[in-house]
């Protein structure tokens, strides 16, 4: 059983922001508005932040994507008084919208604040509605919803794989972000297959993941920039 | 036969509400009424018309959760615990205690269900019950707590409304058949007295284990969290220790106010209080300590997100917040509550409404500056409750006051039978009544 993962060279993002277009294109993510944001209920299931270390005169600034850390010890599914956030075999954190009764227990008690939460009714202004895409449910008003790791495409490549009578390849399954990315910044793989480009990047002396004292073991490793 | 005491209890049952009694409880109806308009508002655009936001996700209805939830055990702890102990002085406060409890609890419970997204489907807890989560566990516990303490109320009541059945034979109001009915057919045997004794003192050690255990759920729901400011050991016992406190407090405020509504001077003396008011002094010195270690563990262990929040809590956005609650729950009532001078049941009441916005201030600088302060956060970090959540807000305590206020008027607001169980044990030891109001009273009674 595979354990999909990846990793984020922090030396090789420029900003461009192309992987959070298309994380909200493929997730069916609203566009929001400048009223949303400013209440601080925009969802962005991937985010692309500008962050700067260090004092003056010694200051480094880099961009940071950041996008749900699916953790191997998911924080927000011990959480969930209706299991509706909860871990695959395969290692994805997934969200049952239908299921969610909308108590914001997995977003507080997410370390990272990485899941959203529908404060109101999702807006899909004129033609977007017919631009959302069709393997992905559109969220209602009062869930909780989460990057799932484009996890529609994973049954896609199985299904054709099944239909061709053949097993699934490992890069039939690449979410929207990474394929978007035109700096390959992100790698994407199978990390318990030695031989896979994640898993190998992940064991790097620069690997390192978010909050590792918090013990919720993400499957999200960063490369320090060098 | 209708005995003085009896007559003199049931005074707010027997005559007509005064006016002013009957304006209160309009007021306040109007109130509730609003706040449902407010939840209606709430339920057709969602939780977007509260002022929550990434990352406060709980704001007001989770303060005002853990606020009535945590009255509702000064009812338990009295009527059960000091009954346990038999300690004297509660036998006046029993029944106002267990009347808060009960109606204070479903207020509890409403506020987690007004602040669901999706209220619509709160039977997928039982549906799909995922026993890792502590709002499971709260479920659960809140709902055998309020099952047991109404009961435990309705045990304590029954020889009342027998005393209430036989006041109303010979009239033709609804009120004969109502109060029959509820009596059970209680007669006042010495079986009946034994079996009522036996079931309450079961009930009671039954209540001791399930007012803590309850508390340490609510406790649960923020210290199951890796939160900076809720993940502590601590949280818990604190939880119950404010519960305990601010109950209490609760407690002597509406004591006070229906002693002087209906003339209850002569069972609820000076005297009671007094003893009350210093089990209140330990609970603020025991409150005292607890705030004391839960930061002081904080400031040494100089955990970064951790030292940060209390920072926050001390000298920045929320100091004026954090100063405020801690002036109202120790500092100013220590002085009160310690010296007997100032220990009059005039200076008691404000005292006790003042410990009570300070325990529901306590309640917010838990809740918001941890959600506002989380380890990694992308959002504004700030909060400001809306229309809706203080429409809500005040709704609450409205239909809490008015069940209270309805109750007494049909119901004794003494438990007669154990009052008259002191006046019994004191007349053998002292004469008569004359040591019950023995102390002359301070207050403008």
Redesign the interface.
């Known amino acids: 059983m595979p354990r999909w993962g990846m990793v984020i060279d922090l030396d090789k993002c420029s900003g461009c922001q192309a992987c959070v277009v298309a994380c909200s294109a493929a997730g069916n993510v609203p566009l929001g508005s400048p009223e949303l944001a400013a209440m601080g209920r925009l969802i962005r299931w991937m985010q692309v932040l500008p962050q700067v270390e260090g004092e003056y005169p010694h200051l480094r600034a880099q961009m940071l994507p950041i996008m749900c850390q699916q953790c191997d010890k998911p924080a927000c599914t011990y959480v969930c008084p209706v299991a509706a956030t909860y871990k695959t075999q395969e290692g994805i954190v997934a969200q049952i919208y239908w299921r969610c009764i909308g108590c914001r227990y997995c977003v507080n008690a997410c370390p990272y604040t990485l899941k959203w939460f529908n404060w109101s009714q999702p807006q899909w202004p004129g033609a977007t509605t017919e631009a959302t895409n069709p393997d992905v449910e559109l969220r209602d008003k009062g869930v909780t919803e989460k990057c799932c790791l484009c996890h529609h495409r994973l049954q896609w490549a199985k299904q054709r794989a099944r239909a061709e009578g053949r097993s699934m390849r490992p890069d039939e399954y690449v979410p929207a972000c990474v394929e978007a990315c035109p700096t390959r910044c992100i790698v994407f793989g199978d990390l318990d297959d030695p031989e896979s480009e994640a898993s190998r990047l992940a064991r790097s002396p620069r690997a390192f993941h978010l909050l590792e004292e918090v013990g919720t073991k993400p499957k999200v490793t960063y490369l320090k920039p060098k | 036969m209708m005995s003085h005491i009896d007559e003199e209890i049931l005074r707010s049952v027997t005559t007509r509400p005064t006016r002013a009694y009957r304006v209160t409880c309009i007021v306040l109806a109007l109130v509730l009424l609003w706040s449902f308009v407010a939840w209606g508002w709430q339920i057709r ?4 018309v ?1 002022g ?7 704001g007001l209805y989770l303060v005002n959760f853990v606020f009535f939830i945590g009255i509702s055990h000064a009812g338990t702890l009295i009527s059960s615990i000091l009954r346990l102990t038999n300690t004297w002085w509660r036998r006046p406060f029993t029944r106002l205690a267990e009347a808060i409890t009960v109606f204070s609890l479903p207020f509890g419970a409403t506020s ?1 269900i007004v ?5 619509d ?2 039977f ?2 039982l ?4 026993f ?5 566990w709260d ?1 659960v516990c809140i709902t055998t707590y309020l099952i047991t303490s109404c009961l435990y109320f309705y045990l304590a009541l029954v020889p009342d409304i027998a005393v209430c059945r036989d006041r109303f034979r010979d009239t033709n109001s609804w009120r004969r058949s109502f109060y029959r009915a509820l009596a059970v057919g209680w007669t006042g045997t010495p079986a009946q007295h034994r079996t009522l004794d036996r079931l309450m003192t079961g009930m009671s050690i039954f209540l001791f284990a399930l007012v803590i255990s309850v508390h340490t759920n609510v406790s649960f ?1 923020f210290g ?4 900076p400011g809720w993940h502590s050991t601590i949280i818990s016992p604190f939880f119950v220790l404010g519960a305990i406190y601010s109950g209490v407090a609760a407690v002597i405020v509406f004591a006070a106010l229906f002693r002087r509504l209906f003339g209850l001077e002569a069972y609820l003396t000076q005297k009671h209080f007094n003893s009350c008011a210093k089990f209140l002094l330990a609970l603020c010195c025991f409150w005292f300590y607890a705030m004391i270690i839960e930061h002081l563990y904080v400031f040494y262990g100089r955990e970064e997100a951790e030292f940060n929040l209390v920072y926050n809590k001390f000298f920045g956005d929320y100091a004026v917040l954090f100063w405020t609650m801690f002036i109202l729950c120790c500092p100013l009532p220590f002085i009160f509550l310690a010296v007997p001078r100032l220990r009059t049941l005039r200076n008691l009441v404000p005292v006790c409404i003042l410990i009570n916005i300070g325990m529901w201030l306590e309640r917010y600088s838990i809740i918001i500056p941890s ?1 506002a302060h ?7 970090g700030s909060y400001f409750p809306s229309w809706v959540e203080i429409s809500i807000t005040l709704g609450w305590f409205a239909g809490f006051t008015l069940l209270l206020l309805l109750f007494v008027r049909y119901f004794p607001s003494l438990t007669i039978w154990e009052i008259k169980e002191e006046l019994g044990a004191n007349s053998v030891t002292q004469s008569g009544t004359d040591q019950l109001v023995g102390l002359p009273i301070a207050a403008n009674s």
């Open positions: 655009h969602g939780l977007g509260t929550l936001n990434s990352p406060v996700f709980w987690v602040d669901l997204g999706r209220p489907r709160l997928n807890v549906k799909f019950p995922h890792t989560s502590a709002i499971l479920v729901v199951m969290t890796t939160k959600g989380p380890y990694l956060s992308w959002g504004l």
